[in-house]
């Protein structure tokens, strides 16, 4: 088993910046993928980006490409979504997901372990 807690989400104006954590125990999960998911009212969710715990390789969709950076801390078992020039339509809950396969999954299907996600409201 693999627990992932979320945290550091909230309101932010549109154009700020926000960074969400994601603290990861469990068995061994160094060779896991660590994904971002997002889902808003009303919508299905949506993959954000990953990363591969083991090298640090990332993966985004290209609705947040060179907004959102993927990044990990070994030391602290944490994986971090750091959110720039946000948008209203960012406006989610965001929520962690851990992956035991390497390739990279960008439907929900492909995750085995999920947080409890956390807010994020995105003003104008």
């Known amino acids: 088993q693999v627990q992932l807690v979320e945290s550091g989400g909230g309101l932010v104006q549109a154009g700020g910046s926000l960074r969400l954590s994601c603290a990861v125990s469990g068995r061994t999960f160094t060779t896991y993928t660590m994904g971002w998911f997002r889902q808003a009212p009303g919508k299905e969710r949506a993959f954000v980006g990953a990363i591969r715990w083991s090298g640090g390789s990332t993966y985004y969709a290209d609705s947040v490409k060179g907004r959102f950076t993927i990044s990990r801390d070994s030391a602290k078992n944490t994986v971090y979504l750091q959110m720039n020039s946000l948008k209203p339509e960012d406006t989610a809950v965001y929520y962690c997901?851990?992956?035991?396969?390497?390739?990279?999954?960008?439907?929900?299907?492909?995750?085995?372990?999920w947080g409890q996600g956390t807010q994020v409201t995105v003003s104008s």
């Open positions: 997901a851990a992956s035991p396969r390497s390739r990279w999954y960008t439907g929900d299907y492909g995750y085995d372990y």
